[in-house]
């Protein structure tokens, strides 16, 4: 399964989208218009995977900056999660939110097959209402098991070893995972009363969850701000700058952001580099050198290390992989810094 990644936005911030709005409320056939709501959020998706293990098996302690989600096909797993240990039967779902740490382990004396998926949103809301949850098993036959496996099961169809992944493969697999989505958020609302009330003791105060979607926010639209930039300086996202800006101190945002979002304002900036690297490399026309200016890196190179750190490959690398996957042509003539 390949790391997808995306971004779902309308092409206007939401300042212009108010003021458009109220200039067509201003001609007659738009005074009684209805407005869908404006939608920007990074997506990711990644380390999807279907594995069989032999009785015993353990997965080393480990957390994740995204939420892990796992389908027990067969067998019985023993998770333990920040200290409590949990059961997971056959046919049932485990949802583990980032950050938390955890070990799996396989006691079925006949073995076990189970599939993993890994993901994230940086929709603060959505976010806050799955970690408040903690960990959490949806039992095998219930209503909201059996409308998640279909989900699950339709990724796990599209797992091929054999073929490069095509976009419209890649579109269909985030189509199935905004329906994850609102499966999850669904089931999250439609939790008892008492189990709500004990989850809430657990959810940051409104004024933290405020203030960690205004700084991812505010530095979204500050990275989109610097990609348009044409002067000949680099321009660089200031992480505490922002933080600072919304009258706090950087070590209260940075707190707040990683409680909501399981992961650090700069972890989160790299996530929005990563993202937009791969789009611009997909880019034949434009030099690596001109993609690192535009990324806020001086030099090349800089750009190049950091991205092998997050994907194991060289820009160079990635762009001829994705050259080779689509057919298009590569232009080798493209590793030219802006600066020389």
């Known amino acids: 399964m390949p790391i997808v990644q995306g971004e779902l936005f309308l092409p206007f911030s939401e300042v212009n989208m108010m003021d458009i709005r109220s200039q067509l409320r201003e001609m007659p056939h738009h005074t009684l218009a209805h407005w869908l709501p404006i939608i920007d959020c990074n997506i990711k998706f990644y380390g999807a995977h279907s594995q069989q293990v032999p009785y015993g098996w353990t997965m080393p302690e480990e957390s994740h900056p995204g939420f892990e989600i796992m389908l027990i096909i067969e067998g019985t797993q023993e998770s333990v999660i920040h200290g409590y240990t949990y059961t997971v039967e056959e046919g049932s779902i485990l949802l583990i939110p980032p950050g938390f740490k955890h070990t799996n382990q396989c006691v079925s004396t006949d073995g076990m097959t189970y599939f993993s998926a890994h993901f994230n949103v940086d929709d603060p809301v959505f976010t806050l209402k799955l970690i408040s949850q903690h960990s959490r098993i949806y039992a095998a036959g219930t209503a909201d098991n059996r409308k998640m496996r279909v989900v699950l099961e339709s990724w796990m169809g ?75 300086s680099v321009s660089t996202v200031k992480v505490e700058q922002i933080i600072s ?70 820009p160079l690398q ?13 232009s080798y003539g493209s590793e030219s810094s802006p600066e020389s």
């Open 158 to 232: 599209m797992i091929n070893v054999s073929e490069a992944y095509t976009s419209t493969d890649k579109m269909i697999m985030q189509a199935r995972m905004f329906e994850l989505f609102a499966l999850l958020s669904q089931a999250a609302d439609n939790e008892p009363e008492a189990a709500n009330s004990v989850a809430a003791s657990h959810t940051p105060a409104p004024t933290a969850m405020h203030y960690a979607g205004a700084i991812a926010e505010a530095i979204k639209q500050a990275f989109h701000a610097q990609l348009r930039i044409k002067e000949d």
């Open 245 to 314: 800006s919304f009258g706090i101190s950087p070590g209260y945002g940075l707190q707040v952001f990683r409680k909501v979002y399981g992961r650090s304002p700069r972890a989160y900036l790299s996530s929005l580099k990563l993202q937009e690297a791969k789009v611009l490399i997909e880019q034949p026309e434009l030099s690596l050198g001109e993609i690192a200016w535009k990324l806020g890196y001086t030099h090349l190179s800089h750009f190049s290390r950091q991205f092998k750190r997050w994907t194991g490959q060289s």
């Open 318 to 330: 990635y762009r001829n992989h994705h050259a080779d996957a689509s057919g298009d042509p590569v």
